[in-house]
């Protein structure tokens, strides 16, 4: 028995709280109900397994939370449980034809530490999803139309939370879309670049990425009215550093992809809100 069992039994033992009959009766009730029988066979075990093992979690994660407080005030101690963002697929559309295909999940994120912010995501990513549907069927009949959403969760911890969309158009030529969105867990609140840097932040980052464009003669950052924006896509790497993205085309030719450009944090760091 480890620490967190002890905890959990001495912290129980010092309750005076009788069992209620009828949750009693639904303990029994389950483990009565499992097969008695069982193969020496490992694929018949298996499933016999399955089923003590649901009825532990019934017992350990459903029933004793709402029967000890003690047991529950134990439970929600442990960091792991409910720590985590959870990402859903909200919707899939699927649509094809000889000349036309729309493959798209929309995703919803679920953070109840931080719902607010959590809502304001769904809203940004549901936007974007619904104009790009929009947009393909108004296009139909136009040539050949192809349009594919999907996500993926980059970042997912107790301090910071990042989801990835990605959209692809087709239609003479191809386009690629990146969209990241972000819940700061430490404050509850739902981030922008904007709300990310100061102003001598961003004159900091603008002044690297123009450095590392001019390293290479395909980049052409005069080509758009503003090189770094309130509501510019980023991330952050794994070791801290500031990560810029770009859509195709937007400051080089299309075979340039989504331009990215890292961002050590020291450029940065200083310059937080």
């Given at each position: 028995m480890n620490r967190f069992d002890n905890e959990i039994r001495n912290s129980i033992s010092k309750e005076d709280i009788p069992m209620p009959e009828n949750f009693t009766a639904?303990?029994?009730?389950?483990?009565?109900?499992?097969?008695v029988r069982f193969s020496t066979k490992r694929r018949s075990f298996l499933p016999r397994l399955a089923s003590a093992a649901a009825a532990l979690v019934f017992v350990f994660f459903m029933a004793l939370p709402n029967v000890s407080p003690a047991y529950a005030k134990v439970m929600s101690e442990v960091p792991v449980i409910g720590a985590l963002v959870e990402v859903f697929t909200l919707r899939s559309y699927s649509e094809a034809g000889e000349t036309y295909e729309l493959e798209a999940s929309v995703p919803v994120v679920q953070d109840p530490a931080n719902a607010e912010a959590a809502d304001l995501l769904n809203q940004d990513v549901q936007q974007l999803t619904e104009t790009v549907i929009r947009q393909f069927h108004a296009d139909l009949g136009e040539g050949y139309q192809g349009a594919y959403v999907d996500y993926e969760t980059v970042t997912n911890t107790d301090a910071w939370f990042t989801l990835k969309l990605t959209v692809n158009q087709v239609e003479a030529s191809g386009s690629t879309i990146l969209r990241y969105y972000h819940i700061d867990r430490t404050t509850g609140t739902y981030v922008t670049l904007g709300d990310l840097l100061t102003a001598e932040g961003f004159a900091a980052v603008e002044a690297e990425l123009r450095a590392q464009?001019?390293?290479?003669?395909?980049?052409t950052p005069e080509d758009t009215?503003?090189?770094?924006?309130?509501?510019?896509?980023?991330?952050?790497?794994?070791?801290?550093?500031?990560?810029?993205v770009y859509d195709e085309y937007e400051i080089a030719p299309g075979f340039m992809g989504n331009p990215e450009f890292t961002i050590p944090a020291a450029v940065f760091s200083g310059f937080r809100k």
């Open positions: 639904a303990v029994d009730e389950t483990l009565n109900n499992l097969p464009m001019a390293k290479d003669e395909n980049y009215d503003a090189l770094l924006t309130a509501d510019q896509s980023f991330y952050f790497a794994e070791n801290g550093d500031l990560v810029i």
